[in-house]
T-cell receptor
Framework: GAVVSQHPSRVICKSGTSVKIECRSLDFQATTMFWYRQFPKQSLMLMAT?????????EQGVEKDKFLINHASLTLSTLTVTSAHPEDSSFYICSAHGYEQYFGPGTRLTVT | AQTVTQSQPEMSVQEAETVTLSCTYD???????LFWYKQPPSRQMILVIR??????QNATENRFSVNFQKAAKSFSLKISDSQLGDAAMYFCAYQLGIAGGSEKLVFGKGTKLTVNP
């Protein structure tokens, strides 16, 4: 089946710094990728839809200047959390649309 | 806006028995897809089963089957011969059926399934 990777799988950063998370479709091209956030014991919350070559579409309530999304190629989308704060600590999951949506393994972000 | 409701936060089942997880959804659209995803402790999302709304026949994947009631907007998942490896969070999801299928997924809050040996 189709594979989506995320890097890094875990990251710890200091408050005020920025961190970049990569989402790659390894064996297919994805014009559309999605970024989700998941708090412990909760469901996935869609943050934004990332379309190759165009600006991302953010869900209501998601700060686009804080969560920068770039989808520069058909196999790579990146999420940059700028000026991270402890409340940004969460599990971030990406998915890429091929025949269906394929999910990455997630990235656990801890902001200290 | 489309919504997905899972009314059972937790369920448990004995190994080898059958369990049914409930899901209802609300939409005014006629063309859409419904999914059940499994999220084990590793947190990797795994597609369990998919149902196209235009298909009357209920989808089946080995021990997993659905009861799709379009008029009632109900989409339950039945797991037969439950195994210890079935223990996980299960999420019901809705997707608008626009051409290409690249629409976003709307998830329910999930049901935590415990399988007792």
């Amino acid at each position: 089946g189709a594979v989506v990777s995320q890097h890094p799988s875990r990251v710890i950063c200091k408050s005020g710094t920025s961190v970049k998370i990569e989402c790659r479709s390894l064996d297919f091209q994805a014009t559309t990728m999605f970024w989700y956030r998941q708090f412990p014991k909760q469901s996935l919350m869609l943050m934004a839809t990332s379309n190759e070559g165009s600006k991302a579409t953010y869900e209501q309530g998601v700060e686009k200047d804080k969560f920068l999304i770039n989808h520069a190629s058909l196999t790579l989308s990146t999420l940059t959390v700028t000026s991270a704060h402890p409340e940004d600590s969460s599990f971030y999951i990406c998915s890429a649309h091929g025949y269906e949506q394929y999910f990455g393994p997630g990235t656990r972000l801890t902001v200290t | 806006a489309q919504t997905v409701t899972q009314s059972q936060p937790e369920m448990s089942v004995q190994e080898a028995e059958t369990v049914t997880l409930s899901c209802t959804y609300d939409t005014s659209e006629s063309d859409y897809y419904l999914f059940w995803y499994k999220q084990p402790p590793s947190r990797q999302m795994i597609l369990v089963i998919r149902q196209e709304a235009y298909k009357q026949q209920n989808a089946t994947e080995n021990r997993f089957s659905v009861n799709f009631q379009k008029a009632a907007k109900s989409f339950s998942l039945k797991i037969s011969d439950s195994q210890l490896g079935d223990a996980a969070m299960y999420f019901c999801a809705y997707q608008l059926g626009i051409a290409g299928g690249s629409e976003k997924l709307v998830f329910g809050k999930g049901t935590k399934l415990t399988v007792n040996p």
